[in-house]
């Protein structure tokens, strides 16, 4: 579960084969004396530290509170609203996170509890920033439920061009606020679905880390 890591494990593929080129062009550049193929080399060297900059996996903190929940991911949040229709299938605090390709795309528990459910989900790939992605994009849910009862949901939802969405827990599992869950690789969003009473602690346009920011308190 990418635990302790510098870079999360979905993106070791990546790294190696970017890697891999890199070290390629600028060995047949060397070779050939050819300066035609520094450039392709230089390209591939940009390339590769993008992909061991989006793939980078940072420790966080959570914080003292037991009452805070906690930010899934990285980003800005595009949505701060209560809605009727909800995994949780009732009215629910609905917050958004848009996650960009500069983002770390680790994502991590917004509160400790227990699996209730998992549910992925097929579908399109609309910007994660259209109101239809939550309903419409390929996405996976995760409702939980706390020590104390109370249920929320987390979905990740793929984006534009996010093509993957990797989600470790099962149904039953015990999940710790700030552990890392899961990953959606290049652009998406996590929607949170909180009890419709929950106090918001963020508003549209804040700037979200993983794990650390409170975007709301819970008894």
């Known amino acids: 579960m990418n635990k302790n890591t510098p870079f999360a494990r979905e993106g070791y ?7 891999g080129l890199t070290l390629l062009l600028a060995l047949s550049a060397w070779k050939l004396c050819s300066i035609v193929l520094v450039i392709p080399a230089v390209i591939s060297l940009l390339l590769t530290g993008f992909v061991l900059y989006f793939f980078r996996n940072p420790e966080r903190t959570p914080p003292a509170d037991e009452r805070a929940v906690v930010a899934p991911a990285d980003g800005t949040v595009i949505v701060v609203e209560r809605v009727p229709e909800t995994p949780l299938k009732c009215e629910a605090l609905k917050i958004s996170i848009f996650m960009s390709v500069f983002n770390v795309h680790v994502n991590r528990v917004p509160f400790n509890g227990t699996v209730l459910e998992t549910n992925y989900e097929c579908g399109k790939f609309y910007d994660a920033r259209d109101g239809r992605a939550s309903c419409e994009n390929e996405r996976n849910g995760i409702v ?6 109370v249920r929320m949901a987390f979905v990740q939802i793929a984006g534009l061009i996010a093509r993957r969405i990797v989600s470790y827990p099962r149904v039953g599992d015990r999940l710790i606020r700030g552990e890392r869950y899961g990953l959606i690789r290049f652009g998406s969003r996590v929607d949170v679905y909180l009890p ?10 804040d700037t979200t880390v993983a794990g650390e920011t409170v975007l709301a308190r819970i008894g």
Request: charged share 25%.
């Open 196 to 205: 419709a009473d929950a106090a918001p602690e963020v508003k549209l346009g």
């Open 13 to 19: 593929p990546f790294i190696a084969f970017s890697l």
């Open 144 to 149: 939980l439920e706390t020590d104390r009862g």
